[in-house]
């Protein structure tokens, strides 16, 4: 019974730590320690080519001023993502604020049908969790609307083709206590929003989109 009681508790902290960057685990026994490396569920490798996380309607042909409008979303988001990898949660409130007017300014006033009710969706869901991240001023707070912020913002940019540059969806399987979660990078690098320096380069990308 010994045995299998130490045996569980040894997997608990393997999966627990399997994102962590080389740190050192000691059993209960308090008599060896294991060196855990990151593992195949995370780092800097690309997805399979094809891969889709996010599915989004094809809208990359309307025209008009909505495309760069959405990418001034994209570019507050990156600032904002960048800011909670450093852990800053004063620039990043600043940088939600940032997100949550570029979503003011995008007019969907010359879209029609499916592409205006796919926009005004996906542009509340970035208002409510921008909102909520210009509210708060402890990471904690910030990092647990990042999730919707992300989703709402890669989804925009898929359906309408508003990004100039390559972006990578990454996961981290650890965020949310452990039920996981996504963020937008414009970097391959696996930089982890979710935790900063805690665990840097725990995550993996998902999908990429050029």
Known sequence: MMNRTLLAATLAAFVLSSCG???QETTTAGTESIEHHEGMAHGDAMPAEGKVVIEAPDFTSV????KEQIKSVIDSYLKLKDNLVASDAQKAQEDAKAVLAA????????LQGEQKAF???KLDEVKQSASKMAAATDLAAQRGQLELLSEATFA??????????????QHCPMAMDNQGAYWLSSNQEIRNPYFGEQMLKCG???????
Not at 103 to 110: G, L, N, Q
């Open 156 to 169: 925009l940019t898929k359906a309408f083709g508003a990004s100039d540059q390559t972006l990578y969806y």
């Open 204 to 210: 993996s990308t998902e999908e990429t989109i050029n």
């Open 103 to 110: 979503a003011d300014k995008v007019d969907v006033s010359a």
């Open 21 to 23: 960057e080389n740190k």
């Open 119 to 121: 926009a005004e969706e």
């Open 63 to 66: 025209a008009g001023p909505v």
